[in-house]
């Protein structure tokens, strides 16, 4: 590019389900989304009439958020899914976003978050422990922030998954799957890109920030990084 020009952030698209997500949570929400880049945009739904939504309503503008209302036209029908799923394929098929937010813990919300997959974007999906398995699945990463939530306010870690033969196995697969140098260094960027291909899997869940730190922890591996700073991982055990 001519004059050095400055690379455009990533333009992330954060849809919230006000009926089904807790307002305390957003600040966790736009932490996490910053790895994908910037949240420019906000949306959040529901019948902003019913009373449970007054938690919303009161931080709507100071976070803008667009709340886009949906009233309940059929008892037991959710107009705010629908229109949550019609703005996310508007969104995809104009071409201006470059990764998805959705805060739900609705597994509603599996068939979207697999056909913005299938358009080769990310998906961050966040929710509860009461969150199907298919919805968690379907996003690129999933982040239980209730639990987050919860510790932060007892001041505990929040509960972690236990690193077992099954986590060592699935990264063991990456290395083996990954392109290796002749002493065996697989790029921990493509072991991670081929770990997300299998599952919604997520460093946090274990306790780790990162997925180096992840793997730097686990005897099975041993790493080292390069000159340009990229880390590279060889499985031992």
Known sequence: MANGGARRSSNIALLIDA???????????LTILGDLGTVNIRRAYGNWKKPGLSGWSAIVLRHAIEPQQQF??????????MKM?????????????D?????SSDSDFMPVATRIRQNGLPVYGFGSDRTPEGFRQACTRFIDVAAMAAAEKTDTAPQTLPIDTELVTLLGDAWKASKRDDRGFAS?????????????????????????DLVESLPNFTTERRENGALFARRVR
């Open 72 to 81: 309940d036209v059929t008892k037991g029908k959710n107009a705010t899914d």
């Open 85 to 97: 799923t019609i703005d996310a394929m508007d969104l995809l098929y104009a071409g201006h976003v």
């Open 99 to 103: 990764g998805f937010g959705i805060m």
């Open 19 to 29: 009926d089904n997500a807790r307002p305390g949570d957003l600040d966790t929400v």
């Open 188 to 212: 921990l960027a493509e072991m991670g890109q081929r770990v997300a291909n299998r599952s919604s899997f997520d460093a946090r869940s274990f306790g780790f920030s990162r997925l180096s």
